[in-house]
C-alpha cells in the first residue's frame, strides 16, 4: 500500500484559485460605471418618500457586485457565504424595526 505525501494529503483542504479574466472585470467596471450614472440622475429628480429607498437600492446593488466580484464571494462555500450575509440581515431588521418606530410616531 503506498502512503500519501504529505502535500498529497492536504491537496483537497486548498481550492484551487479563481482566475477571473480581464473581460470580467471590464463588465464590472461598466457597470459600476453605469449604476454610477444612474445614481447621478437619480440624485437630480424628487421621488419623494422613495428618494431613500431608491438611492439605497442602487447603491445595494453596486456592494453587491464590489462583493461578488472584486472580493470573490461569488466563488466561496456556503459558510462564507452564510458570514457575509448574516451582518446583512441584521441591518435589514435593524432598519426594518427603526422605520416601524418612526412610523408609529408619525401616525395621528
Excluded: C, Q
Excluded at 431613500?52 to 445595494?60: E, K, M, P, R, T
Amino acid at each position: 500500500m503506498a502512503t500519501k505525501t504529505h502535500s498529497e494529503e492536504h491537496h483537497h483542504d486548498h481550492e484551487e484559485p479563481h482566475i477571473v479574466g480581464n473581460s470580467v472585470y471590464i463588465i464590472v467596471w461598466v457597470a459600476l460605471m453605469i449604476l454610477t450614472g444612474i445614481t447621478v440622475w437619480v440624485a437630480r429628480h424628487n421621488f419623494g418618500v422613495f428618494n431613500i429607498v431608491v438611492a439605497l437600492g442602487i447603491a445595494s446593488i453596486k456592494a453587491s457586485i464590489v462583493a461578488l466580484f472584486f472580493m470573490h464571494l461569488k466563488y466561496e462555500d456556503k459558510l462564507t457565504w452564510t458570514f457575509a450575509l448574516y451582518p446583512l440581515f441584521l441591518l435589514a431588521l435593524l432598519i426594518g424595526l427603526t422605520a416601524s418606530d418612526v412610523f408609529y410616531r408619525l401616525s395621528p
